[in-house]
């Protein structure tokens, strides 16, 4: 499963599988059962996680008690508070996960020793926060200037593996329009295909 | 002036004087009249930008031609259409200078060779993309839960350095605000001090 991991360190920078081996026991495996919490709100932020198989959502509990979803996280995907993360400070965001799920932790101890060891992986994490920065400010765009309908194809369109493995109530949390909302334009959208 | 850039390297990664100087070549530095277009949008994006003075913003224009500011760089912050940067591909963002304005620039390929011939700079950028994006996570949360008026606050209250030099109708732009909305909470503020 690491493979996984292997592969996607590989795409952006160059590890052997050698120094692979000697990079995997800086991180903890977390096997999280459907709903589990990996992340509790209100502690610490000093871990963050790499998705190996599953699914998980951030999210933050509002001033009116509704829970709601900012980031999802899939298969090569990092989850965290990055900034609480970089800060070691308290984080206001639970992580939890969707389906069964399978994630590397790695905390700041010794994520600050992997990078140390392994300088070529600060090239892999600053292209990994380069495009999730980059893609974030596209996300204001789209936010600020979409129609309902519009946020939500071009989130399928985006992440069609999302839209197929996600409940409809958290997709909806997540761009900012109600379930009841989705459900009526995916069932016009069935009605009347583009 | 480049001293500036040199500290806030050394902020977050080890660069000496001597190294310094081999690094600046790699950069252009381009001045600014107040209103002037650093980056045009529908262009190809191939560069990112330190601001070394002044005072710059980011926005897109909306499908009903309002102009709309989505991120804002005063001293020591990068600005670009990162994502398209990455891929090397088309920008629909503008960057215009709110107050004359002088930037340190360099092209994508620069921009490689820079980060090939000195790795200590991986780092530099990895932290300051993981401060970045993780500010925009906190930057969701904010916009989804605030009320305007507590957004309003929170803005100023982090970024007192914005509020005071940015003109009221960018700031009402990028918070998502109107003009005279500001104006009314500026107004109810001055009368009734918190």
Known sequence: ?????FQHINQFTTITQQEFEQILPFFEVNQLKKKQLLVEG???????HFVLEGCVHMYFIGENGTKRTIKFAIENWWISDFLAFFQGSHTDFYIQAVETTKVLSINAK???ALLDKFPALE??????YQISYGASL??????????KEQIY????????????R??????????????EYVSEIRKKHV???A
């Not at 090239?123 to 990994?128: E, G, L, N, S």
């Not at 996300?139 to 979409?146: A, C, E, S, T």
């Open 42 to 48: 209100n502690t610490t932020c000093d871990t963050i």
């Open 166 to 179: 996600v409940p409809q109530y958290l997709i909806a949390s997540f761009l900012g329009l109600t379930p």
């Open 123 to 128: 090239k892999y994490f600053r292209i990994i």
């Open 191 to 193: 009605l009347k295909p």
């Open 153 to 164: 194809f071009h989130f399928v369109k985006e992440f069609p593996d999302f839209a197929q």
């Open 138 to 147: 596209n996300k204001f765009r789209y936010l600020f200037d979409y129609s």
């Open 110 to 112: 010794n994520h600050d």
């Open 1 to 5: 499963m690491p493979k996984r991991f």
